[in-house]
């Protein structure tokens, strides 16, 4: 459903920093924001001409209102139609991911952990650890490579968890800073 509002200094930041965006900016010479002000806020009034810039709004609810989203990661505000978080880049693309909410969230936002590269290295360290282990214990091949699996699994776990842990516990240092 489109709507159209009389046009705002809030919708002059929005044209500014969409003018500003190169894939924009190669069709469409950038403004200032005093030449958006002048050319959209105040309307051209003359006796021969009468002009008042709306802009149009895509609503997604019943009610015609702008409906914004809110990351389940990280609580920042997104728009409902957007695929990633520009805050904390978590994908809202996947048909069974996460979906922005429309409310922010009450509990606390999940914490990232670490990245598949870093679970990758982990795993590797550990399945090493787990390996040599029991290749000094005396163990035959095929225990020191199923050991050297759960080592690797069960260590990189353990270091998630423990970035998991890190990352609350430097938020609730930030939070109270």
Known sequence: ????????????????SWL???HVAQWHEPASLGELV???IHP???????????????SENQTGERRMAYCP?????????????PNCSASFAATDGWKPL??????EPQTRGLKW??????FIGFYIIGLNVTKHLGADAVTQFFSGVAGG?????????????????????????
């Open 153 to 177: 699994f069960f260590g990189a776990m353990f270091m998630n968890a423990r970035a998991r842990k890190r990352q609350a516990k430097n938020r609730a240092v930030t939070e109270d800073a």
């Open 38 to 40: 002048r050319d959209y």
């Open 73 to 85: 990661s990280c609580a920042h505000e997104v728009a409902s139609t957007e695929t990633q978080c």
């Open 44 to 58: 051209i009034n003359n006796r021969f001409f009468d002009m008042r810039v709306h802009c149009a709004t895509v």
């Open 117 to 122: 590269w870093q679970k990758v290295l982990w």
């Open 1 to 16: 459903m489109f709507r159209f509002v009389p046009f705002t200094a809030n919708d002059v930041i929005m044209v500014h």
């Open 20 to 22: 500003q965006r190169p």
């Open 102 to 107: 429309d409310a922010p969230p009450a509990t």
